[in-house]
């Protein structure tokens, strides 16, 4: 083990992860950020990111990624393209954190800020590989606006699936609801505003097969899962809303977290419970789920990060 204590390790290196990065080079921090399997996190997967600020004209996800990644290491910052697999958090103020990778490394660390993210759950049929982009999507406030004044469906019955719908039929023409129970699990306000959207319909009981369409998404094949009858509607997208799934499995049993598994932060700051550990991005938010918001909170986590240090460094002498 390097005899070396550092002042920060990130683990992870989406928006939250490399904002967290550029604030703690800036800090002279001499942050060591460890990328994961995803370097660059969730936007790689996508072509046109057109509501991240600064961008009028919109940017594909991996060249943002790439630029944030490039500003981050204009300030020092170090990219390690490894994956982290065990942590030990000290429990006391000023403790020494350890992370631990999949390549052996094993660092000490004052502080840890993770931003490990969260990944969209998909229903694991072929054609959402197939059409990733090109007709299906995940996230309505990332993706909705390349559907306006189209036939859209969303496949869900819980909150994200209401919230989605609702928000899609602002600016499609139709939204189709599949639910594959006989009745919503949202809550009952989502539910009603859903059931008073006239361009919203519901199909209970329904479940989507397969699509089809040249390059794009033209046809979406659902089934009716009490009668077995099987249809077909014409839509150019759709949106899967069965929720997301935060990478925090390694943080089991160490880190408070909420029924779904999202870290638990202390309102208005990115603290755990433990000191000298910070969270943000969408690892720490089943909310906005949102690149810009993302950094934000990844801002917050360095400079929350660099007082907690430069306190520690101070009762330290
Ligand atoms: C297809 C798609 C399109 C989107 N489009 C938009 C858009 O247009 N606008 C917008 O604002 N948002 C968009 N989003 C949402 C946006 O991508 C996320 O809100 C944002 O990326 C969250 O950033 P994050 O840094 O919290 O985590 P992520 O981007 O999820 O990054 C998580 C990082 O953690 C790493 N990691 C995970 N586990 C470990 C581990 N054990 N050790 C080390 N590293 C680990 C991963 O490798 C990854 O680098 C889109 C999402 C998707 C999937």
């Known amino acids: 083990m390097s005899e ?18 550029i604030y ?19 936007l790689t997967t996508t072509t046109d990111v057109e509501n991240f600020p600064g961008y009028p ?18 300030f020092g910052t170090e990219v390690v393209y490894d994956m982290v697999t065990e942590v030990e958090f000290a429990e006391d103020i000023g403790g020494v954190h350890i992370v631990k990778t999949s390549n052996g490394l ?12 969260a990944s ?15 007709g299906v999507s995940a996230c309505a406030t990332c993706d909705g606006f390349f559907y306006r ?14 919230e989605e ?20 699990r949202a809550s009952q306000i989502m539910e009603n505003r859903v059931r008073e959207t006239k361009n919203i319909e519901i199909l209970f009981n329904h479940e989507l097969e397969g699509l089809s369409g ?3 998404v033209e046809q979406a094949y659902i089934v009716n899962n009490k009668t077995r009858e099987k249809s077909t509607l014409k839509i150019d997208g759709v949106f899967i809303a069965i929720g997301h799934k935060p990478n925090t499995d390694i943080f089991k049993g160490k880190l408070k977290m909420d029924e779904s598994g999202y870290l638990i932060t202390k309102t208005k700051t990115t603290e755990t419970e433990i000191p000298g550990v910070f969270a943000c991005g969408d690892v720490q938010d089943n909310v906005y789920r949102q690149a810009v918001t993302a950094a934000g909170t990844g801002c917050m986590a360095a400079l929350d990060a660099e007082r907690y240090v430069a306190q520690n460094e101070f009762d330290r002498g």
């Open 165 to 184: 719908a609702t928000y899609l039929a602002k600016i499609c023409n139709k939204v189709y609801l599949l639910v594959r129970r006989d009745e919503f």
């Open 214 to 216: 040249d390059q794009v």
């Open 24 to 42: 703690a080079a800036r800090a002279e921090m001499n942050p060591i950020i460890l990328t994961g399997m995803e370097p660059g996190g969730q």
């Open 57 to 74: 004209e919109g940017i594909a996800g991996p060249e943002l990624m790439g630029d944030l990644q490039k500003q981050a290491e204009r």
């Open 120 to 134: 969209a759950k998909y229903l694991g049929l072929d054609d959402e590989k197939k059409y990733a982009g090109s």
């Open 106 to 117: 094993v660092y000490k660390t004052y502080s840890v800020i993770i931003s490990t993210g």
């Open 149 to 162: 004044g189209k036939d859209v469906a969303v496949v869900g019955g819980g909150d994200t699936a209401a």
């Open 4 to 21: 070396n204590i550092h002042e920060t390790i990130i683990i992870g290196s989406g928006p939250a992860g490399y904002t967290a990065a």
